[in-house]
């Protein structure tokens, strides 16, 4: 079966369209590319998104498009039934037939019948018919086209040099006007710089937002109070005028990753099997992915790295504890109770939607919605600046007042409920012993707290660690690695005595620069700021020196394996997002494609959970901290206590000695203003004087026991961060943006080199064979591309899975003594020639930062490649 008739299936519509109908096929240029592979069931069917957890309306979007197809091979005329399913449609659904129409290659033509029956239905539909598209036949606009709709056209279509306007204040375009940049990637650039955009930039593009604002405001002043027409078109000019000076400015200011392309990353990634969705020979399990070899790799060498940043560099004890946890210990830690998200189900058919998701998800559409009102945008804007700390009675206010349905259906939502996020199960045959997968892995360090306390003598501060897979039943898991049911998790527990949280290493970071988005900030609708975390300490921003030095670490970690530091933040959690029990939580946030994803929490826990465990399994805890204890002793003066008292002396001088502080507080009192006091012994009176006796007063260190630590706590979601690193080394060949490759940090990336024969003539055999020993020799990673393609595609395809250096096995390398071979640069494709016997060391230093790519241009002689 091919992955034309597969995708039929998909769609539900095998009966009514034959594949065997070429003139069908034809009119789809996306299957009918897919008619000619041949590959197995299911491969890359969801490449172009049809996956119906990512968009759930695809079957009936994609059901109209061919049905239309179909239709038009007789009569390009709409039928009643059609008329009337459109005009049924909703608004969402309109706007995903022309997305798809388009992704499929569709000729649009065949859908201009429409253009009436939608002519007063929604004016993003009518902009759309008239819409102008690079490369592509836009629809004739006909008929009347009232001012409204010239005002939404107003983003695609804008007078610049090459127009004129006429008297009545009509734009008048030449006939060939120059291509724009697309409508997708202008709205991309704008949303982006509206969350990266630095104050430089700001200052910039505010007085051009401003214009627009007020040339809109203008015109539906002028449309309310009955202007005359002519008024009116000429304030639409100059609202075009102003949008694209704004768009324009957009495109000059924004940096290239704020146009990146997420569908050619995710291509890649499933053509290369970095990852792909389980079992999707049977139709795959949303929430659920299988790493091929290059993701395994990828987070192997992930893993490596951070528990040598953290476990060795630290010194933490690390422990491996199983995955199944009895009921009474989730209990007792309150995940059965609370560990749950909020769900709302359509009333009609009981489909779940993820409540906070949900109401993102409506409100950012209403945001792009040009009919909806300022007033509830800002309203929109405010719910999602609040909505993190949302629980169910807030988010059911949200969803009436705002009236959202299902965005599949279109029903009314139930209120939402809490859904615990646990996998059960039971242990045994009988089914009696209750048990969950462990939704994170904090637990197994918690519950063997005594024991890594025994192992540490019994001594304060230490930290643990744990890496391990840890199990969450997600509503409705989406958005690829972000949101899924099963994931590697690695933690950190430090426990520290709750009354001194300073880190004796904190100096050695305290000048570190983190950009912090605080929670005052975020109240006030400030941005992010970059402050020193000494600073952020010092001024009680971050609670204390434990939890900042994590946050500093954990900044230096995902640098370290790639992740662009313009693009990450930590933003502190309000104190309706925390948990009860917590004291200060930072999490470390990620701008994707997706936008803000948090991957680490950096958390102040205290003590709560320790103590619920001990609490739950009546356990004491036998654990001792060192603290300074203020002493004050009495000491007698023995040369004159002999000669006053005799052979009572030394029953005097024990007696002494065990004083208590408070009693020898008194007697110093005494002697100070009596000059004498009556120690009495055995009922016996000894009147001791000045010098008979010697206060001593001194501090000591003194072990104190029953000390419940507080928890700093740092979890990583290292599937989320893999994916955010897969975004940020995207990268697209300047001059040729279909090829596409990945510029991983050679610390990280997969495969370290590439060894590439320029031929399989036998000469260069041995050649071939002491490079694969000297990279052996040093513990290097490499992958052999002998096949007989030219040198550049092989290039291309070593590039596309991230290999950071190629290794070109030369005619000259057999006639040099000694053997030499080139070295190519996968970001810069410039080379270099060395000899085979510095080869290792060479990448072995490029791989573990101790040299740069230019250092190595530096020594050795530059190779000029022919293009490739």
Same mark, same amino acid.
């Given at each position: 079966?091919?992955?034309?008739?597969?995708?039929?299936? $998909?769609?539900?519509?095998?009966?009514?369209?034959?594949?065997?109908?070429?003139?069908?096929?034809?009119?789809?240029?996306?299957?009918?590319?897919?008619?000619?592979?041949?590959?197995?069931?299911?491969?890359?069917?969801?490449?172009?998104?049809?996956?119906?957890?990512?968009?759930?309306?695809?079957?009936?979007?994609?059901?109209?498009?061919?049905?239309?197809?179909?239709?038009?091979?007789?009569?390009?005329?709409?039928?009643?039934?059609?008329?009337?399913?459109?005009?049924?449609? #909703?608004?969402?659904?309109?706007?995903?037939?022309?997305?798809?129409?388009?992704?499929?290659?569709?000729?649009?033509?065949?859908?201009?019948?429409?253009?009436?029956?939608?002519?007063?239905?929604?004016?993003?539909?009518?902009?759309?018919?008239?819409?102008?598209?690079?490369?592509?036949? /836009?629809?004739?606009?006909?008929?009347?086209?009232?001012?409204?709709?010239?005002?939404?056209?107003?983003?695609?279509?804008?007078?610049?040099?090459?127009?004129?306007?006429?008297? %009545? @204040?009509?734009?008048?375009?030449?006939?060939?006007?120059?291509?724009?940049?697309?409508?997708?990637?202008?709205?991309?650039?704008?949303?982006?710089?509206?969350?990266?955009?630095?104050?430089?930039?700001?200052?910039?593009?505010?007085?051009?937002?401003?214009?627009?604002?007020?040339?809109?405001?203008?015109?539906?002043?002028?449309?309310? !109070?009955?202007?005359?027409?002519?008024?009116?078109?000429?304030?639409?000019? #100059?609202?075009?005028?102003?949008?694209?000076?704004?768009?324009?400015?957009?495109? /000059?200011?924004?940096?290239?990753?704020?146009?990146?392309?997420?569908?050619?990353?995710?291509?890649?990634?499933?053509?290369?099997?970095?990852?792909?969705?389980?079992?999707?020979?049977?139709?795959?399990?949303?929430?659920?992915?299988?790493? =091929?070899?290059? =993701?395994?790799?990828?987070? /192997?060498?992930?893993?490596?790295?951070?528990?040598?940043?953290?476990?060795?560099?630290?010194?933490?004890?690390?422990?491996?504890?199983?995955?199944?946890?009895?009921?009474?210990?989730?209990?007792?830690? =309150?995940?059965?109770?609370?560990?749950?998200?909020?769900?709302?189900?359509?009333?009609?058919?009981?489909?779940?939607?993820?409540?906070?998701?949900?109401?993102?998800?409506?409100?950012?559409?209403?945001?792009?919605?040009?009919?909806?009102?300022?007033?509830?945008?800002?309203?929109?804007?405010?719910?999602?600046? +609040?909505?993190?700390?949302?629980?169910?009675?807030?988010?059911?206010?949200?969803?009436?007042?705002?009236?959202?349905?299902?965005?599949?259906?279109?029903?009314? *939502?139930?209120?939402?409920?809490?859904?615990?996020?646990?996998?059960?199960?039971?242990?045994?045959?009988?089914?009696?012993?209750?048990?969950?997968?462990?939704?994170?892995?904090?637990?197994?360090?918690?519950?063997? &707290?005594?024991?890594?306390?025994?192992?540490? $003598?019994?001594?304060?501060? &230490?930290?643990?660690?744990?890496?391990?897979?840890?199990? +969450?039943?997600?509503?409705?898991?989406?958005? @690829?690695?972000?949101?899924?049911? #099963?994931?590697?998790?690695?933690?950190?527990?430090?426990?520290?005595?709750?009354?001194?949280?300073?880190?004796?290493?904190?100096?050695?970071?305290?000048?570190?620069?983190?950009?912090?988005?605080?929670?005052?900030?975020?109240?006030?609708?400030?941005?992010?700021?970059?402050?020193?975390?000494?600073?952020?300490?010092?001024?009680?921003?971050?609670?204390?020196?434990?939890?900042?030095? $994590?946050?500093?670490?954990?900044?230096?970690? *995902?640098?370290?394996?790639?992740?662009?530091?313009?693009?990450?933040?930590?933003?502190?959690?309000?104190?309706?997002?925390?948990?009860?029990?917590?004291?200060?939580?930072?999490?470390?946030?990620?701008?994707?494609?997706?936008?803000?994803?948090?991957?680490?929490?950096?958390?102040?826990?205290?003590? $709560?959970?320790?103590?619920?465990?001990?609490?739950?399994?009546?356990?004491?805890?036998?654990?001792?901290?060192?603290?300074?204890?203020?002493?004050?002793?009495?000491?007698?003066?023995?040369?004159?206590?002999?000669?006053?008292?005799?052979?009572?002396?030394?029953?005097?001088?024990?007696?002494?000695?065990?004083?208590?502080?408070?009693?020898? /507080?008194?007697?110093?009192?005494?002697?100070?203003? !009596?000059? *004498?006091?009556?120690?009495?012994?055995?009922?016996?009176?000894?009147?001791?004087?000045?010098?008979?006796?010697?206060?001593?007063?001194?501090?000591?260190?003194?072990?104190?026991? %029953?000390?419940?630590?507080?928890?700093?706590?740092?979890?990583?979601?290292?599937?989320?961060?893999?994916?955010?690193?897969?975004?940020?080394?995207?990268?697209?060949?300047? =001059?040729?943006?279909?090829?596409?490759?990945?510029?991983?940090?050679?610390?990280?990336?997969?495969?370290?080199?590439?060894?590439?024969?320029?031929?399989?003539?036998?000469?260069?055999?041995?050649?071939?064979?002491?490079?694969?020993?000297?990279?052996?020799?040093?513990?290097?990673?490499?992958?052999?591309?002998?096949?007989?393609?030219?040198?550049?595609?092989?290039?291309?395809?070593?590039?596309?899975?991230?290999?950071?250096?190629?290794?070109?096995?030369?005619?000259?390398?057999?006639?040099?003594?000694?053997?030499?071979?080139?070295?190519?640069?996968?970001?810069?494709?410039?080379?270099?020639? *060395?000899?085979?016997?510095?080869?290792?060391?060479?990448?072995?230093?490029?791989?573990?930062?101790?040299?740069?790519?230019?250092?190595?241009?530096?020594?050795?002689? +530059?190779?000029?490649?022919?293009?490739?």
């Amino acid at each position: 079966m091919t992955r034309a008739e597969v995708q039929l299936q $998909y769609l539900n519509y095998p009966k009514l369209v034959s594949i065997e109908n070429k003139e069908v096929i034809a009119r789809i240029p996306f299957l009918a590319a897919l008619m000619k592979s041949q590959n197995e069931l299911w491969e890359h069917v969801d490449t172009v998104r049809l996956d119906p957890i990512e968009i759930p309306y695809t079957r009936k979007v994609g059901d109209f498009v061919l049905r239309r197809v179909f239709k038009s091979l007789n009569s390009k005329e709409i039928d009643e039934e059609e008329k009337q399913e459109v005009e049924t449609m #909703e608004h969402e659904d309109l706007m995903n037939i022309f997305c798809l129409v388009d992704e499929w290659g569709v000729d649009r033509e065949l859908f201009a019948p429409f253009r009436d029956p939608l002519k007063n239905k929604i004016d993003d539909i009518k902009d759309y018919w008239t819409a102008e598209q690079e490369g592509k036949d /836009a629809f004739k606009a006909d008929g009347e086209k009232d001012e409204m709709s010239s005002i939404q056209r107003s983003t695609d279509v804008m007078p610049n040099e090459d127009e004129k306007v006429s008297g %009545d @204040g009509q734009v008048q375009a030449k006939e060939c006007v120059e291509p724009r940049v697309e409508k997708k990637r202008r709205q991309m650039i704008s949303d982006y710089l509206k969350q990266m955009a630095t104050p430089e930039i700001e200052a910039q593009l505010a007085p051009l937002r401003a214009a627009v604002k007020e040339c809109g405001d203008l015109i539906r002043d002028l449309k309310a !109070k009955g202007a005359p027409k002519i008024d009116i078109d000429k304030a639409i000019v #100059e609202l075009k005028a102003q949008k694209r000076r704004l768009e324009e400015t957009e495109i /000059a200011l924004a940096p290239k990753e704020a146009s990146f392309d997420r569908l050619k990353l995710e291509d890649l990634l499933k053509r290369r099997f970095f990852y792909d969705q389980s079992f999707a020979v049977y139709g795959g399990v949303a929430g659920l992915y299988d790493f =091929g070899p290059m =993701g395994c790799s990828l987070k /192997a060498n992930m893993l490596q790295k951070w528990r040598k940043h953290f476990i060795l560099e630290e010194g933490m004890l690390e422990v491996d504890c199983t995955s199944l946890t009895p009921e009474s210990v989730q209990k007792a830690s =309150g995940h059965v109770d609370r560990f749950a998200d909020w769900m709302v189900k359509d009333v009609k058919n009981g489909e779940c939607f993820r409540a906070d998701l949900l109401i993102k998800n409506c409100i950012e559409k209403l945001m792009n919605d040009k009919k909806v009102s300022a007033e509830v945008k800002k309203d929109g804007e405010d719910v999602l600046a +609040r909505l993190e700390g949302f629980n169910g009675k807030d988010m059911h206010e949200v969803i009436t007042r705002f009236k959202f349905k299902s965005p599949i259906t279109g029903n009314d *939502l139930t209120e939402p409920i809490a859904f615990n996020l646990m996998f059960p199960t039971q242990i045994g045959h009988t089914g009696d012993f209750k048990a969950f997968l462990r939704p994170e892995t904090a637990q197994g360090i918690f519950v063997n &707290f005594k024991r890594l306390l025994e192992f540490n $003598y019994g001594k304060l501060p &230490f930290a643990a660690a744990q890496i391990g897979l840890v199990f +969450r039943n997600e509503i409705s898991p989406r958005q @690829g690695l972000i949101h899924v049911r #099963e994931f590697t998790m690695c933690e950190i527990e430090h426990f520290v005595d709750p009354e001194d949280k300073s880190f004796s290493k904190f100096a050695k970071i305290a000048d570190q620069k983190l950009v912090l988005l605080s929670a005052c900030d975020q109240l006030d609708g400030a941005p992010a700021r970059e402050v020193a975390i000494g600073e952020a300490v010092a001024n009680k921003t971050v609670a204390n020196e434990t939890l900042g030095y $994590y946050m500093a670490r954990c900044h230096q970690f *995902l640098m370290k394996v790639g992740i662009d530091g313009r693009r990450l933040r930590f933003r502190q959690h309000l104190s309706n997002e925390m948990a009860h029990y917590a004291q200060d939580c930072w999490g470390a946030e990620i701008l994707t494609s997706y936008g803000w994803i948090e991957c680490v929490g950096n958390a102040d826990t205290a003590c $709560y959970e320790l103590q619920q465990h001990f609490k739950a399994t009546n356990g004491k805890l036998d654990k001792r901290r060192m603290v300074d204890v203020n002493v004050v002793e009495a000491q007698a003066n023995m040369a004159l206590l002999g000669k006053s008292f005799k052979k009572d002396s030394k029953k005097i001088q024990t007696a002494l000695e065990k004083l208590p502080s408070e009693q020898v /507080a008194f007697l110093e009192w005494e002697l100070s203003s !009596k000059n *004498l006091y009556n120690l009495v012994i055995n009922g016996e009176n000894y009147p001791l004087t000045p010098g008979l006796v010697n206060i001593k007063k001194y501090t000591k260190k003194m072990y104190k026991t %029953d000390v419940i630590p507080a928890v700093i706590q740092s979890s990583y979601g290292i599937g989320r961060i893999m994916y955010a690193l897969l975004e940020h080394s995207f990268r697209q060949r300047e =001059g040729d943006e279909q090829r596409t490759f990945l510029a991983f940090k050679p610390l990280v990336a997969p495969i370290k080199c590439s060894i590439l024969p320029i031929s399989a003539n036998e000469t260069l055999v041995p050649v071939m064979e002491a490079v694969k020993e000297e990279l052996a020799l040093y513990e290097l990673s490499y992958k052999v591309d002998d096949s007989s393609g030219t040198i550049g595609r092989r290039y291309a395809r070593t590039d596309e899975i991230g290999i950071p250096f190629g290794i070109t096995v030369d005619f000259d390398s057999d006639k040099t003594t000694p053997h030499t071979v080139t070295i190519r640069h996968v970001e810069t494709m410039s080379q270099i020639r *060395l000899p085979i016997s510095e080869l290792g060391r060479l990448i072995s230093d490029l791989v573990a930062g101790r040299q740069q790519w230019s250092d190595a241009q530096a020594k050795y002689p +530059r190779f000029e490649a022919n293009a490739e």
